[in-house]
């Protein structure tokens, strides 16, 4: 796990989105996909292979048949609620690099919720289960958010330090005290009733009745960020936290809960894929699909529409190069290099945008200039 | 004068940054041995300017000559100092932990065995040229300890070792006292005339100008208005240049402070950030409708007293009390909830969020308000931006838009936001630091005129400033602040900016025949 986790916190303090998601922003944005798939072609040329049946092979297998379509969205619900999960606390100025642990912590309240009620009513479980996940991520973010808030302890530190403990914890748990009876489990938690489980919404795809809870949460993100007066607040201690104290806002305490708000989504996330996919606690539930939310939000600038639509894009990629690997016979790691490349431009795309602005600037001096002589001569 | 060589030449220089055309085609010939005044609003372009010659930017169009010679398109610092350009900023760049001479060998070491750097040598320089310019300095003192007019003779040392004979001094007497000043002026007269340097002065300080230079060009949103010689304006013409009308200071003082104390601070000590004492025991009091003016040279525990009485610092000794109620150990939220606004000075620090647009800047504080708030949840985006519009138009900020984020203002315009949400609060209390630092001469006299109007309203009124004339204009009663104490207390008219400079610099009230 260690290189992808390394790779996203330097990507994190490399791409410092702070700014404004603007036009010109989206523009760059699009140029960079752009360019990321050319080289992602020139590769697929160098090493023998036809970039037009490869990049075919990918958008035919994300989303070409539906049982594709499916996963691609099954994967586009965790990066979009990793990575608004992400834009919330990075919007009242603290950063969540902990959801991972979270969304084990999550998962695995989740679970044992839903095989200790075996008989209740599906909803009942339902219901308990997503309060227990919300309840252990939140917790679990608590902590750097209280430490961070109140002793000023950086909270990237902690939080990175906390995945691993979860992690470790978690996998414990699932290999020993709470390790299911079943034969051929290897490392899981027994299986949550049957009542509770997620109906998948196309045959044989991961897309299920999930979608529809991510929906939900997704919602409630986007209003409490842009259109909630707790979101206005968090945006001012956000970009800067001393002037919200001046100003009367409870700063400190709108940075706690933003982590707390965050680590709860982390749980969801966690019970979604629980309820849905496994149906039960895996120690593989998640791979890094966290940092992968984390990119996309960094690469978005933490705006929420944004976030959702490039998850969208991501999970195609990521559903995509693995169809492409058995179709078009190309490794899938090509995708890796195209996503880092998007990730390589957005990163230069200050310095970029700047020369873009120069030469703009100078055109339109030189035109006014023009213009006045020609007015002159008149 | 008329007969002296041109060394620098601007000629038809545009400067455009995204949204705003800084320079405006402008032509201007600076000559050898003159000293030049470059005056103007903030944002006229002046500053701009000066950063074209030294090299920071490039102008869109046109072309500077020094000494004959076109700059390149790949002009910079480096090459406008080979050419004999130096620049003090406003905000000096040294070391503070390294000596004199390290801070002026900086960059351009001379090295012994063209290895090892070589200090003695250093000093040895350092001391030779302070000499031939006449600016004594002790290579050895670490810079750190100095006061800012010798790190700013520092800065001039720095230019001229490197071959300055053209030097640019960017708002000098900002951070000066006034004893300062003078001693930077004679200096400057004397590398004129002994050293036949060129000294062009960038400021807003029209009576400076009037003392020093020899000619002044008036820049106005990014236009060269005009070219005078010193000796046939006057300050108040240069004024009118500058603004584009007549501006008129006013007395704007009606009635008598009341008898009512409604600030008090009693022996308040506060530390600074480093830890260390900043305020040592400071008491005073301000009555409804008077002003308290508190002089002092920065960085003597103005900004953490303001700090300790807003809540944003907590004092290690003393209380504060508003009416009577005590708020020392309350939060900016409870302090403002009674009535206490405070105009910060460190405007992009404290003052406003630069990311946030203009209409949340102007929001902040109001936000929860039934009228922005449905529900207590919803932010009422419409009704925040009417609001914004309204206060806006009232306190004449000027925006490109309200909804572009706060950094997009001008100087000036910020400060302007920041006065129009303090003062809509209605405080009965207001606490105002370096209301109009770096705010051009339109604004300073509307700031003025709402600062009055407040006191004349009856507001208790506690002014921090740099700047003597206004705390001169507006103050009913002075004290002078020194190394986190008061030193001396007076009524408006008791004495004059030559007389409170001695109490600035630590004298204190009752010792003068020692002194």
């Known amino acids: 796990m260690n290189t992808g986790f390394l790779q996203s916190v330097r990507a994190l ?26 080289v992602g072609a020139g590769i697929m040329l160098l090493s023998g292979y036809d970039p037009i049946t490869c990049y075919g092979a990918m958008f035919q297998g994300a989303l070409g048949r539906p049982r594709a379509l499916g996963n691609t969205l099954a994967k586009t619900v965790t990066l979009c609620l990793t990575g608004l999960a992400m834009s919330l606390a990075a919007k009242a100025g603290i950063f969540n690099v ?16 839903g095989a200790g009620m075996e008989g209740a009513p599906g909803w009942l479980i339902i219901l308990c289960a997503i309060l227990a996940a919300m309840a252990a991520g939140g917790a679990y973010a608590f902590l750097p958010g209280w430490l961070k808030v109140k002793l000023k302890v950086n909270e990237v530190v902690t939080t990175i330090l906390l995945n691993t403990a979860a992690i470790y914890f978690c996998s414990y748990v699932a290999n020993g005290p709470l390790k299911t009876a079943e034969r051929g489990i290897a490392s899981g938690t027994a299986m949550v009733s049957k009542a509770a489980w997620f109906t998948p919404l196309i045959r044989l795809s991961n897309l299920t009745t999930g979608v529809f809870y991510a929906a939900a949460v997704a919602l409630i993100v986007w209003y409490l960020m842009t259109r909630s007066t707790v979101g206005f607040e968090m945006k001012i201690t956000g970009t800067n936290e001393r002037f919200a104290r001046y100003g009367g806002i409870r700063a400190e305490r709108l940075m706690l809960w933003g982590m707390v708000l965050s680590g709860m989504i982390c749980g969801i996330v966690g019970f979604i894929e629980v309820f849905g996919l496994h149906h039960r606690f895996l120690t593989t539930i998640s791979s890094e699909f966290y940092f992968d939310g984390m990119l996309v939000a960094m690469i978005m600038r933490y705006q929420p529409v944004g976030v959702i639509l490039m998850s969208f894009f991501f999970a195609i990629l990521n559903i995509g190069g693995s ?7 190309i490794s899938s790691e090509l995708m890796l290099i195209v996503q880092s490349i998007i990730i390589f431009f957005m990163a230069a795309e200050g310095g970029i945008s700047e020369m873009v602005r120069a030469h703009a600037a100078a055109r339109r001096v030189r035109r006014a200039a023009k213009h006045a002589e020609r007015g002159q001569a008149l | 004068m008329q007969d002296l060589p041109p060394i620098v030449q601007f000629s038809h220089v545009s400067m455009q940054y995204p949204g705003v055309l800084a320079n405006d085609d402008v032509s201007l010939t600076i000559r050898k041995g003159e000293v030049f005044a470059l005056v103007g609003e903030n944002g006229a372009g002046k500053s701009t300017l000066m950063n074209l010659l030294y090299g920071l930017q490039k102008p869109t169009l046109g072309t500077i000559h020094i000494k004959g010679t076109a700059t390149t398109a790949r002009h910079d610092p480096q090459r406008a100092m080979a050419m004999g350009v130096g620049m003090v900023h406003q905000h000096f760049k040294l070391v503070p932990s390294f000596t004199v001479a390290q801070n002026i060998a900086l960059g351009m070491e001379p090295k012994r065995r063209g290895f090892f750097y070589d200090q003695r040598r250093v000093n040895r320089e350092v001391l030779a040229l302070g000499e031939r310019f006449g600016l004594a300095v002790n290579p050895r003192d670490v810079v750190g300890e100095l006061s800012v007019g010798l790190q700013q003779r520092v800065e001039i040392l720095k230019a001229l070792r490197r071959g300055a004979d053209v030097l640019i001094l960017d708002e000098p007497t900002a951070v000066l006292t006034p004893s300062e000043t003078d001693e930077l002026f004679t200096v400057i007269r004397r590398i004129v005339a002994e050293q036949g340097m060129t000294v062009i002065l960038i400021t807003h300080k029209l009576g400076e100008v009037m003392q020093l230079s020899d000619r002044v060009g008036v820049m106005r949103r ?3 208005i005009g070219v005078v010689d010193t000796s046939a304006t006057d300050e108040r013409k240069l004024a009118a240049m500058m603004v584009g009308r007549d501006v008129i200071f006013d007395e704007l003082r009606t009635g008598e402070p009341g008898e009512q104390a409604v600030l008090t601070v ?8 480093r830890g260390l004492p900043a305020v040592r025991g400071i008491s005073l009091t301000v009555h409804a409708g008077e002003i308290v003016g508190v002089c002092g040279v920065e960085g003597n525990g103005q900004t953490e007293l303001t700090e300790c009485i807003m809540g944003m610092r907590l004092q290690t000794a003393g209380t504060v009390t508003i009416n009577g109620g005590e708020v020392s150990r309350l939060d900016p939220r409870a302090i403002r909830a009674m009535g206490v606004s405070w105009i910060p000075d460190d405007r992009l620090r404290t003052g406003l969020s630069a990311k946030a647009t203009v209409t949340e ?7 929860r308000r039934a009228e922005f708030s449905g529900f207590h949840i919803h932010y009422q985006k419409k009704a925040a931006r009417s609001y914004a519009q309204k206060l806006a138009d009232a306190f004449d900020i000027r925006a490109g838009g309200l909804d572009l984020p706060a950094e997009s203002l001008s100087g000036g315009n910020m400060q302007k936001a920041i006065v129009a949400r303090e003062f809509s609060f209605d405080s009965p209390v207001l606490v105002i630091s370096q209301p109009t630092r770096g705010v051009d001469i339109g604004a300073i006299e509307f700031i003025h005129e709402k600062i009055m109007e407040k006191r004349n309203a009856g507001c208790a009124i506690l002014l921090v400033s740099a700047d003597l004339d206004e705390l001169f204009r507006l103050s009913d009663t002075l004290v002078t602040i020194y190394e986190g104490r008061i030193t001396a207390r007076f009524a408006a008219g008791e004495i004059d900016k030559q007389g409170i400079s001695y109490y600035m610099t630590g004298g204190r009230q009752g010792e003068e025949a020692q002194a």
């Open chain 1, 13 to 38: 303090i490399a791409l410092k989105p702070k700014q404004k998601l603007t036009a010109q922003y989206l523009l760059s944005l699009g140029v960079a996909v752009l360019l990321a798939f050319l």
């Open chain 1, 98 to 113: 902990g959801g991972e642990g979270q969304l084990y912590l999550g998962g695995l309240a989740a679970a044992m919720v």
């Open chain 1, 323 to 329: 169809a492409m690997e058995l179709s078009a016979g």
């Open chain 2, 222 to 224: 990014g236009k060269l």
């Open chain 2, 266 to 273: 009693q022996n308040l000590s506060a530390a600074d950030d």
């Open chain 2, 361 to 367: 800047n102007l929001l902040v504080g109001k936000q």
